[in-house]
Structures are given as C-alpha cells and as structure tokens.
C-alpha cells in the first residue's frame, strides 16, 4: 500500500485531496497544525488507513517529526497555506513571515524531507505543489500569499530538475476559484461572483483539484514533471479586454 502525505488536510482543497487518495486505496497521512477536530474528522472519512499529525510546516523541527511519525510517503502533496488580506503597505513583519514560513518555507521544508526519505529508499516519488492564479496575475491585497505561491512555482521547476535523476516528479498545482469553507466568506455568493467570470460557467469544487493531483501521482503521468497545471474552468486565461 502506497502512502501519501497531505499537508493542511484538515479542510478545504486539503480534505478533498485526502479523500480522493483514501478512495484509491493510500494509506494517507491527515497533517494539520491547529485544527484537530477537522484532522479527525479527515482520517474519519476515509477509514482504518489514515493517520493525523499535528505539524506546523513552518518549523524545521516539527516537520522532522512528521516524517519520522509518517515512515515511508510515496506521494508528498504541499497544500498547507495561509493568507493575510491587506494593502502592501499595511502588512506587517510578522504578517509577512507567517505567510512566508507557512506557503514557502513550509513547501521547501516538506519537500526536502520527502525527497531525502525517497532517496534512501530508492524508489522514486512524486511531490506535488499548490500553487494558485496569483502565479501567473498580481492579487492586490495579497502580496505576501502571492509572492509566496510565486516562488512556489519556481521551486518546483528547480527540485524538477535537481530531483528528476533520482526518479523523483515535482509539479505544480493552481486552482482558480475553488469553492470551500475560507472563500464561501469572500462574498454573499460566491459561487455566482465567480462563475460569471469563469469561461466553464461554474466555480471548482475540491474533487476537481484531487482529481488533477491525483493522476500527477500516477503512472499514467510519468514523463510529467515540472510543470504548472491550471485547475481553473480557464479563468485565468481570459484576458480582460477594454471592449
């Protein structure tokens, strides 16, 4: 049995990639930094082959932790990730390094443990990434989320190629507007704000990006690796035109 590890899997997009990987038979690792009762209710779901582990990505100790609680993972997804909402000039040291330690750092920390357990294991792997729109538009009043997803994209070319020799594929995830708990609260609807400017006419729902996540972690995607694959209905492709 395979074993996957997905990072912020107590809710949102997280939850969803956890399921999917539980409904296809992973052993799935359920990691969560405050939320227990979401990671319970996560390793509830999918049944006797999940397991929750409080982590917090950011810190290099406590993700040292998590892979030895975790053994052996074939499949890494990076989706932990925080947000802070404000103006460029209001946000604050410890804003920015919040943002920064979780998305970034946190990917970079993770990834790192899991390409070493690979390694030594010499069996290859497959480490996916979150990624988001701002990866490829400016997000105002995200500077520091958007920066980070940023160099998210562009960590994942870089460990591509330096980890590709070891058999090892990094790639890449940027859902559009996805519809869970955090962003039902950006707008009174917004799944119809959203879906007027999506070309597919709807928002996403988690199942879409599990779906793409998971088949990167199969065989069937074993020539793909780092690239950035957009889970949007196309919304950010449409340019916006002045007439």
């Not at 988690?206 to 995607?221: G, K, M, N, R, W």
Request: aromatic share 8%.
């Amino acid at each position: 049995m395979k074993t996957v590890l997905v990072t912020g899997a107590s809710k949102g997009i997280g939850r969803g990639i956890a399921l999917r990987f539980g409904a296809e038979g992973y052993r799935v690792i359920v990691n969560y930094n405050t939320d227990r009762a979401g990671a319970e209710a996560t390793v509830k779901a999918i049944g006797p082959h999940a397991q929750a582990i409080q982590a917090d990505v950011g810190v290099a100790r406590d993700v040292a932790r998590l892979f030895a609680e975790a053994g052996e993972v074939d499949v890494l997804v990076n989706n932990a990730g925080v947000q802070t909402w404000k103006p460029l000039l209001e946000v604050t040291e410890a804003e920015w390094d919040r943002v920064l330690n979780t998305n970034l750092k946190g990917c970079f920390l993770c990834t790192q443990a899991a390409a070493r357990n690979m390694i030594a294991r010499g069996t290859g792997g497959t480490i996916i990434n979150l990624g988001s729109g701002c990866n490829k538009l400016a997000f105002p009043n995200l500077v520091a989320y958007t920066a980070s997803k940023g160099g998210i994209e562009q960590f994942t070319k870089v460990a591509a190629v330096e980890l590709g020799p070891y058999g090892i594929r990094v790639n890449c995830v940027a859902p559009g507007a996805i519809e869970i708990e955090r962003t039902k609260q950006e707008a009174g609807d917004y799944a119809g704000t959203w879906s007027r400017v999506t070309p597919l006419a709807r928002v996403g729902q988690p199942e879409d990006v599990a779906s793409v996540i998971y088949f990167l972690a199969t065989a069937e995607a074993g020539f793909v690796t780092g690239q950035t694959i957009w889970v949007d209905g196309g919304l950010f492709s449409k340019p916006h035109w002045p007439y």
